[in-house]
């Protein structure tokens, strides 16, 4: 009766594991992507025009490409909102700061980068492969989807970056200062110029 059990948990057994060591290689890889943001974009592009290719060259799944639409306008949507935001959470005072005396706090995001560039990816890369499956392309009048997509993407926008005048921050990184260390004095030589 030992050995039934026994034998069972042994032939069962390669399988999982074999699941197990795939993943954790997967996830070494995609951990040593992490510094390469360049790189990780440029990938994601590539990949994002293989799908126009693919939509364009089959002349369908367009309810696929509004999907994607709106889940990539979501995640911009997270990628450009501040952790915790002063709007909905109710707190002593203000957390972003507003005037120039205040606290400095730096930005932090709902959706980090690397959080966004792989939901992105995925999300072409699950779009790519819905679009051999023509159980997924339903016929739609597609000028009337990217309209709406048009209009809901400004309405967006618009009140993000209505959200981000109010509460005076920046989410991204282009016009920051950098701090670069000390410039060198005008007389490096170390002679008096009398």
Not at 28 to 34: A, N, P
Not at 53 to 66: A, H
Request: charged share 15%; with cysteine; hydrophobic share 45%.
């Amino acid at each position: 009766m030992e050995g039934i059990g026994g034998d069972g948990a042994s032939v069962a057994s390669p399988l999982p594991q074999w699941g197990y060591d795939a993943w954790r290689m997967y996830q070494y890889y995609l951990d040593k992507t992490t510094p390469h943001a360049t790189y990780r974009w440029i990938g994601t592009l590539v990949i994002a025009a293989i799908y126009c290719l693919r939509v364009y060259y089959v002349q369908g799944f367009y309810i696929v490409s509004y999907g994607l639409g709106i889940y990539l306008l979501n995640l911009l949507i997270g990628f450009l909102s501040p952790l915790v935001d002063p709007e909905l959470e109710v707190s002593d005072g203000p957390l972003l700061p507003t005037k120039g005396s205040d606290e400095f706090k730096p930005f932090i995001r709902r959706l980090p980068e690397f959080k966004f560039w792989y939901s992105m990816t995925k999300a072409f890369c699950m779009a790519f492969v819905m679009t051999f499956f023509f159980v997924f392309d339903v016929p739609v009048f597609w000028p009337i989807l990217l309209c709406y997509w048009i209009v809901l993407f400004v309405l967006t926008m618009r009140r993000q970056i209505a959200h981000m005048i109010k509460y005076k921050y920046i989410p991204l990184n282009i016009g920051k200062q950098k701090y670069t260390g000390k410039k060198p004095s005008a007389n490096s030589s170390g002679f008096r110029a009398d």
